[in-house]
């Protein structure tokens, strides 16, 4: 006879989240703390600087908005230019929202939207290749664990600011790209999974090359692949990637 599979309880989802989740934490606090080194020689304080990293929580966009600080100063127009490249910034997360509607199909709205507060690119990466399983034990065990990490190494860095130099020469900046990259590799599922990539990376790469300076090409990116992959998946005779 067959043997059932028994479904995980919430605690056993939890602790899967937590422990998947170390390896990104791994290249999250050196990022953390960089940014909170920056942060600190942008004149943000220790309290500045957890108040951002609790309510954005987002750490492309807050590295954006430290680098206008340190540009602008603090005043009331650089304040409104910050929020408005958060906001641009973080515009990719409709797309990644709408890609976990099926997984959180079911759940009452307010509990959902809790827990998409908590979706950064890594979370939403691991939340993909979690797949159907996905339940909420799981998408808060990685929530959690990411986000106190993130939470205590940039208000380290803040702290510690003032100790280090050039933050860059010791590659702290290089760590979160290499996690990004093996995120991606995760994401392979042979060519077929090749046009996306392309498309977002020549997007992204021509928008910032006519806007060095602005954030646009991170949106470019996102909508150039997000259209291929839509494009992809209405082909007949394919299946999409999933």
Not at 27 to 53: I, Q, R, T
Not at 55 to 69: M, N
Not at 167 to 183: K, M, N, Q, R, S
């Amino acid at each position: 006879m067959d043997s059932i599979a028994i479904p995980a309880s919430p605690r056993q989802e939890f602790a899967a989240g937590v422990v998947h989740c170390l390896p990104i934490v791994a290249g999250a606090v050196p990022f953390g703390f960089l940014l909170g080194s920056l942060a600190a020689k942008a004149g943000l304080s220790a309290l500045d600087m957890g108040l951002m990293s609790a309510l954005v929580f987002a750490g492309s966009s807050q590295f954006v908005a430290v680098e206008l600080l340190t540009k602008t100063g603090s005043g009331g127009s650089a304040g409104l230019a910050v929020v408005g490249a958060i906001l641009l910034v973080n515009l990719r997360h409709l797309l990644m929202g709408a890609t976990l509607e099926p997984r959180f199909r079911g759940i009452p709205h307010a509990r959902a939207g809790l827990a998409l507060f908590f979706m950064t690119d890594e979370q939403w990466a691991l939340a993909l290749r979690r797949g159907p399983e996905l339940t909420l034990a799981y998408w808060y065990g990685v929530a959690a664990t990411l986000y106190l990490a993130w939470l205590a190494s940039t208000v380290a860095g803040t702290l510690a600011g003032a100790l280090i130099a050039d933050p860059t020469a010791w590659g702290l900046d290089f760590t979160f790209i290499a996690v990004f990259l093996c995120l991606l590799a995760g994401f392979w599922r042979g060519v077929g999974s090749l046009p996306p990539w392309l498309a977002s990376a020549a997007a992204a790469l021509a928008v910032h090359a006519l806007s060095p300076g602005g954030t646009w090409h991170i949106i470019a990116g996102a909508l150039a692949g997000g259209a291929v992959a839509a494009a992809q998946a209405r082909w007949p005779g394919r299946a999409p990637d999933a």
